[in-house]
Nanobody
């Protein structure tokens, strides 16, 4: 199993940017589809975007399309979530997750490995 650790969260003003990192260990992250999810207080965990195992194809939720970008640095065994034009509605705990068997799934139950999460707060 791969182990995942997120970092890069923090407090940012509306319109600002953050880059979240999802550092993998134990296995090569490119062997997995990686999803980013977020969960705001009192709400269910929601799909943000995903990166498939090979080819670098990504998919995004409509709410973040055009603002967020997922990328992978294989040399660092790390996946990134670049978040631009942030809005207060983006405030949540962000999680990265890995699936060895499902590709680009939006369902959190399809991901077996999860990081601990990193908090993102966007001030208005």
């Amino acid at each position: 199993q791969v182990q995942l650790v997120e970092s890069g969260g923090g407090l940012v003003q509306t319109g600002g940017s953050l880059r979240l990192s999802c550092a993998a260990s134990g296995r090569t992250v490119s062997d997995y589809a990686v999803g980013w999810f977020r969960q705001a207080p009192g709400k269910e965990r929601a799909f943000v975007g995903s990166l498939i195992q090979t080819g670098g194809k990504t998919a995004y939720a409509d709410s973040v399309k055009g603002r967020f970008t997922i990328s992978r640095d294989s040399a660092k065994n790390t996946v990134y979530l670049q978040m631009n034009s942030l809005k207060p509605m983006d405030t949540a705990t962000y999680y990265c997750a890995a699936s060895e068997y499902f590709t680009a799934s939006t369902n959190p139950t399809d991901y077996a490995c999860w990081g601990q999460g990193t908090q993102v707060t966007v001030a208005s």
